[in-house]
């Protein structure tokens, strides 16, 4: 194996005892990086130790950084894996140290570094919480559309109600315009409920009464298309075999070729 293909093994893999340490050596300065961003926001925190806490942010940021480089450089291909889910997760985890410079405040979205204890599932061979993550995926891509159109009847929906409580109630209850109303029509058709506006009139609290009422039916029709597809989906058993092409996991225990692109999953073209 040439030194490329060692460090593919190593930071892709977490088959071999090597990939499996790297991994979790990984998710722990993940754990400690996200930690060390949620204890510098407790005010008396940040005014005892900010010093130490910026020179721990410059450091996970940096060894970060190393890291997702050599995934570049490992990768046989370095764009698929770029523009992977995993790679954009990567590079987003590292911007807001470096957009810090710039923007104040803005290394507190380092948190988003905890999108990569995902990798939790195919380090420890979780193949179970895969599976069932398979399942979910597929599920919402078979009812996106059903979806789409429910959201799109909503969004209609709430702008006619908006407009007629705009009509009935006006800027005497608080109902100023428009899109205010329509604000209005969204918090109370999801049943959250601010309070901050509300309708006087005796037709006002009629059609609000509807609008409650029909809440509670609208809150049930996406749950029941996404049951619907998932009792259709099948389950299969997969494993955690990454796909070096496209960085695709979860393949079946006796699959050759990736079931995303065809590679070969030894590392030869099929």
Known sequence: M???QKLYTVVFESETPAGKTFDILL?????????????ETVTYLRKLYLPYFQRLEWAFTILFTLEYLLRIYSSPKPFKYIFSFFGLVDLISIIPTYL????????????????RLLRLARIFKLTHFINEGQVLTRALRASFTKIAVFIGTVLLLVVIIGSMMYVIEGAASGFTSIPKSIYWAIVTLTTVGYGDIAPATPLGQILASCVMILGYGIIAVPTGIVTVELSRTEKSMINTNLCPNCHTEGHLPD??????CGYLLNGTRK
Do not use: D, M, P
Request: hydrophobic fraction near 60%; glycine fraction near 2%.
């Open 2 to 4: 040439t030194l490329k």
């Open 100 to 115: 810090s410079l710039f923007i104040v405040g803005a290394q507190y979205f380092l948190v988003v570094r905890v999108l």
């Open 255 to 260: 699959a050759r070729y990736c079931y995303n």
């Open 27 to 39: 998710l722990i300065l993940i754990l400690v990086s996200v930690t060390t961003v949620s204890l």
